[in-house]
Nanobody, 124 residues
Framework: QVQLVESGGGLVQAGGSLTLSCATS????????MGWFRRAPGKDREFVAA????????DYADSVKGRFIISRDNAKNTMYLQMNSLKPEDTAVYYC?????????????????WGQGTQVTVSS
């Protein structure tokens, strides 16, 4: 049984930082890719960032490139999303997801397992 558990969301002022965590269990990650997505109020879920676990090649949405950094702790089977220079438009529920393939994808449908989400609110 694969489980993904996000944490680290909260309320932050514009320009501030937050780091989200995604703890995984139930699968060895070495052959897979993991991603972060978000859903803002009234919008569809959208891609934020992803990484291939084997070589940790990364991919970022243009809207977060240069501000967000994806990283991992192999020993803890945990992925992180460090979010800097946050903007009100970054307000959303953030989800981590596991793709049962070794390359990243920006498509929601290509990820098989999802966490429950964590709320990030950026005030202006």
């Amino acid at each position: 049984q694969v489980q993904l558990v996000e944490s680290g969301g909260g309320l932050v002022q514009a320009g501030g930082s937050l780091t989200l965590s995604c703890a995984t269990s139930g699968r060895a990650l070495s052959s897979y890719a993991m991603g972060w997505f978000r859903r803002a109020p009234g919008k569809d879920r959208e891609f934020v960032a992803a990484a291939s676990w084997s070589d940790f090649s990364t991919d970022y949405a243009d809207s977060v490139k240069g501000r967000f950094i994806i990283s991992r702790d192999n020993a803890k089977n945990t992925m992180y999303l460090q979010m800097n220079s946050l903007k009100p438009e970054d307000t959303a529920v953030y989800y981590c997801a596991l793709r049962l393939a070794g390359v990243t994808s920006v498509y929601v449908r290509q990820y098989s397992y999802w966490g429950q989400g964590t709320q990030v609110t950026v005030s202006s």
